[in-house]
Nanobody, 127 residues
Framework: QVQLVESGGGFVQPGGSLRLSCTSSHITLRYYAIGWFRQAPGADREGVSCVSSSDEETYYTDSVKGRFSISRDMAKNTVSLQMNSLKPEDTAVYYC????????????????????WGKGTLVNISS
């Protein structure tokens, strides 16, 4: 079964930074759009960021624009999410997922458009 693996979550104070990584031993990530999603307690899972297979398109949800940055390291088969200026409302389990596109019919791809998922990594922002 194809699986992605997230790492890098943890506990940090507001204003701090974390770098999440997503990798897989089953697929070559550069052939796929890779999205980061998050799910806070009691909330639906939401799309946070995405990078297309060509690296020509990226997506960030409004609440993280200017603070988060997505990037690929093809040599390491990894997609990273650099998260700066973290806020308590960023607290969630973060998942990476692979799929064909970051946008579907002009709208950001949602979880239903993604094929393979990781099990998630917890990000907890608290003072």
């Amino acid at each position: 079964q194809v699986q992605l693996v997230e790492s890098g979550g943890g506990f940090v104070q507001p204003g701090g930074s974390l770098r999440l990584s997503c990798t897989s031993s089953h697929i070559t990530l550069r052939y796929y759009a890779i999205g980061w999603f998050r799910q806070a307690p009691g909330a639906d899972r939401e799309g946070v960021s995405c990078v297309s297979s060509s690296d020509e398109e990226t997506y960030y949800t409004d609440s993280v624009k200017g603070r988060f940055s997505i990037s690929r390291d093809m040599a390491k088969n990894t997609v990273s999410l650099q998260m700066n200026s973290l806020k308590p409302e960023d607290t969630a389990v973060y998942y990476c997922a692979s799929g064909p596109w970051c946008y579907v019919s002009g709208r950001p791809a949602d979880e239903n458009h993604m094929d393979y998922w990781g099990k998630g990594t917890l990000v907890n922002i608290s003072s």
